[in-house]
Nanobody
Framework: QVQLVESGGGLVQAGGSLRLSCTAS????????MGWYRQAPGKQRELVATVETGGSTNYADSVKGRFTFSRDNAKNTMFLQMNSLKPEDTAVYYCNAALRTAWLQPITDYWGQGTRVTVSL
């Protein structure tokens, strides 16, 4: 069983900052990719930032220069530092990890429970 547990959401004024964290635990053999997605009210879930193990980070155009993805491989933890927040960043943020639970097992997507970020004017 694999769990992704998020923390760090909340209410912040426009221009402020928040840092999200997500820790993966359980039966993890290897992680192929990790990332953050978000879903605003009435909209589809969209990619915020994602990185494949050993690869570069991809950011949505709307967050480039403001958000920074990082990870602590030893702790299976990822972070999303969000600066210069805008009201349009308001959404529920989900972390994602594509991983194998054992050798030769298929890569499977796992999701966090979501953490709400609200940016006020």
């Amino acid at each position: 069983q694999v769990q992704l547990v998020e923390s760090g959401g909340g209410l912040v004024q426009a221009g402020g900052s928040l840092r999200l964290s997500c820790t993966a635990s359980g039966s993890i053999f290897s992680i192929s990719s990790m990332g953050w997605y978000r879903q605003a009210p009435g909209k589809q879930r969209e990619l915020v930032a994602t990185v494949e193990t050993g690869g570069s980070t991809n950011y949505a155009d709307s967050v480039k220069g403001r958000f920074t993805f990082s990870r602590d491989n030893a702790k299976n933890t990822m972070f999303l530092q969000m600066n210069s927040l805008k009201p349009e960043d308001t959404a529920v943020y989900y972390c994602n990890a594509a991983l194998r639970t054992a050798w030769l097992q298929p890569i499977t997507d796992y999701w966090g429970q979501g953490t709400r970020v609200t940016v006020s004017l």
